[in-house]
């Protein structure tokens, strides 16, 4: 994410940008360490420019094999859609790092911009689908008979379109679009719709965290013994991934709406290191189809990646799921 902020003029700096003016204005006795930061900030970006694209293969293999070689199930739709927010992700903020370390950023304003709201609008969408799929995998548990007999055919189509366009809803009209979608200098609704985006986020939060934790103790405290298949576990690791590195990235977002002045902050990098560790988890998300998948018994199996992903998503026990071969 490309933290936004607009001076007096009226133009917009990015991160980058507002880091070489404190390099410029900056007493003697910080010139040191901000320094140091902007190396460790150079660093971040060629790290980004070298890891970003193997996330990014390992995406599209997972969206091509979803997509067009193996039948899909209410759970590959959802993880089709998540592979895609990866990807937009991974491909916005890779483009980007590529800017900076080229040192063109300052010149690509929309750009910049339209960067900037992939990233969120990626972000989002991935939060919001990983909610999603958390609840289903609940009530799959919970409620088998209703699931498998009573859900709606279509169910996983409709919440995949309404979560993107609610998704891209909420970076589009950020504080620093809204003076171009209203056409004035007064942000009241601007800052309105910053409160609304933060309150979805800590209810995706909220929710993601209660549903996983209803999921971990029906499986382990149960009544009923309740087999694990390889797709609870596909979910639980994502879902443990995102609470873990995912969800900071989000908190320092909604932080970091109203903290608009912290420029020291900034310019040392906290917010991109933040960015560049939920990069790095990402492309990890991608290799966990193909771990899960690829095991079986404790060792690993030589087979095809697309026998891989279909173990992976696997929702039934493996003694039930014809498996006989090694």
């Known amino acids: ?15 980058a940008l507002r880091t070489s003016l404190i390099t410029t204005t900056a007493p003697d006795k910080t010139s040191l360490p901000i320094s140091i930061c902007i190396i460790k900030f150079q660093v971040m970006n060629l790290l980004s420019i ?34 895609v927010a990866d990807f937009l992700f991974l ?9 900076i370390v080229c040192k063109l950023h300052y010149f690509l304003f929309y750009i910049r911009q339209l960067l900037d709201t992939v990233t969120m609008f990626a972000y989002v969408f991935g939060l919001s689908i990983t909610t999603i799929i958390s609840i289903e995998c609940c009530l799959s548990i919970m409620w088998p008979i209703w699931y498998h007999c009573q859900r709606p055919r279509h169910t996983s189509a409709v919440i995949c379109v309404l979560l993107w366009a609610l998704s891209l809803l909420f970076p589009a009209l950020q504080m620093e679009k ?23 986020l800590v209810v995706l939060f909220v929710v993601l965290c209660g549903f996983s934790l ?10 009923q013994q309740i087999p694990v298949t ?10 443990l991934l995102l609470l873990i590195f995912g969800i900071p990235f989000g908190i320092f977002w909604i932080v970091d709406k109203w903290n608009e002045e912290n420029f020291f902050v900034r310019a040392c990098g906290f917010s991109h290191h933040i960015l560049y560790v939920y990069c790095i988890n990402i492309c990890v998300n991608a290799t966990i189809y193909f771990l899960v998948g690829s095991i079986r018994h404790g060792k690993f199996q030589k087979m095809t990646l697309k026998l891989i992903l279909q173990r992976a998503i696997q ?9 006989r071969g090694p």
Do not use: K
């Not at 997972?62 to 859609?81: D, H, K, M, P, T």
């Not at 491909?91 to 800017?99: Q, T």
């Not at 390889?230 to 879902?239: D, E, G, Q, W």
């Open 50 to 83: 070298t890891i970003s694209p193997v996330g990014m293969v390992l995406n599209i293999i997972v969206l091509w094999f979803l997509g067009f070689q193996i039948c899909r199930n209410a759970f590959s739709a959802y993880i089709l859609n998540l592979a």
């Open 91 to 99: 491909c916005s903020h890779s483009i980007f790092s590529f800017l």
């Open 315 to 323: 929702g039934t026990p493996e003694e039930e799921g014809g498996e």
């Open 214 to 223: 209803i999921l971990l103790l029906r499986i382990s405290c149960g009544s």
């Open 178 to 200: 809204c003076s171009v979608l209203f056409n004035t200098f007064e942000y009241s609704w601007c800052g309105i719709i910053n409160i609304i985006s933060g309150a979805w």
């Open 230 to 239: 390889r797709l609870n576990v596909t979910i639980a690791l994502r879902v």
């Open 1 to 15: 994410m490309f933290f936004g902020y607009r001076n007096t003029s009226g133009d917009f700096l990015s991160m």
